[in-house]
């Protein structure tokens, strides 16, 4: 599977929409992006996945360009309880493959 | 429906002890996976376990790491010989089914201290 590549940490202020980009460059063509939100003390959850394109839920949007090589998750107006670790996961619609997690983006959501 | 379960919550073993940890998936996922969380790091995948395939262990750290699933339901992380380094919270998560495309629902953790 792709690796994937995102930032290690971003602060924001409460109000303010986010924006956070993964790099996936060897991204395949059976390959979904996918997003998990991790609070303190909690395991993941999932927040968004997408093809191409753009994908909204009532939890974020992601934007994925053409040729698919990143995509940026956005969170819009973020609040003090947005702060939570984001990952980013390239994972393959068929089945036969485990899932990366990687370090991902440390979110600080200031007052 | 209940979510993902574990047990124990916490547990504190001596260095060199053996410990067993438990994961209860959702009924009817056909995948489970085990992974490792030291403090303040990502999840590193240990094993997982789809159906009655062979389970994928290339995550496991070392030969002290085992599990077992029974069938689609439970399954048993086991460490042998506890180190120091072993100390995390170690998460489980089930999913339909395998390959990372369906959503994986997590359960809260066992979080290992070895002293």
């Known amino acids: 599977l792709a690796k994937t590549t995102q930032p290690i940490s971003m602060d924001s202020y409460e109000g303010q929409e986010v924006n956070i980009t993964c790099s996936h460059n060897?991204?395949?063509?059976?390959?979904?992006i996918t997003w998990y939100q991790q609070f303190p003390s909690q395991g993941p959850r999932f927040i968004i996945q997408?093809?191409?394109t753009k994908v909204t839920n009532e939890v974020a949007s992601l934007f994925i360009p053409a040729d698919r090589k990143s995509s940026t998750l956005s969170l819009p107006r973020v609040s003090l309880s947005d702060t939570a670790v984001y990952y980013c996961?390239?994972?393959?619609?068929?089945?036969?493959?485990?899932?990366?997690f990687g370090a991902g983006t440390r979110l600080f959501v200031k007052a | 429906g209940a979510g993902v379960s574990q047990s124990p919550s916490n547990k504190v073993t001596e260095k060199g002890k053996d410990v067993e940890l438990r994961c209860d998936p959702i009924?009817?996922?056909?995948?489970l996976y085990w992974y490792r969380q030291r403090l303040g790091q990502g999840l590193e995948f240990l094993i997982y376990?789809?159906?009655?395939?062979?389970?994928?262990k290339s995550g496991l750290p070392s030969d002290r790491f085992s599990a077992e699933r029974t069938g689609e339901s439970v399954s048993t992380l086991t460490i042998q010989r506890t180190q120091q380094e072993d100390s995390a919270v170690y998460l489980c998560?089930?999913?339909?089914?395998?390959?990372?495309?369906?959503?994986?629902?997590f359960g809260p953790g066992t979080r290992l201290t070895v002293t």
């Open positions: 996961l390239v994972a393959r619609n068929t089945g036969g493959f485990k899932t990366i």
């Open positions: 060897n991204i395949a063509t059976n390959d979904y």
């Open positions: 376990f789809q159906g009655n395939s062979a389970p994928d």
């Open positions: 009924s009817g996922h056909t995948a």
């Open positions: 998560a089930s999913s339909i089914r395998d390959g990372g495309y369906y959503e994986q629902y």
């Open positions: 997408g093809y191409k």
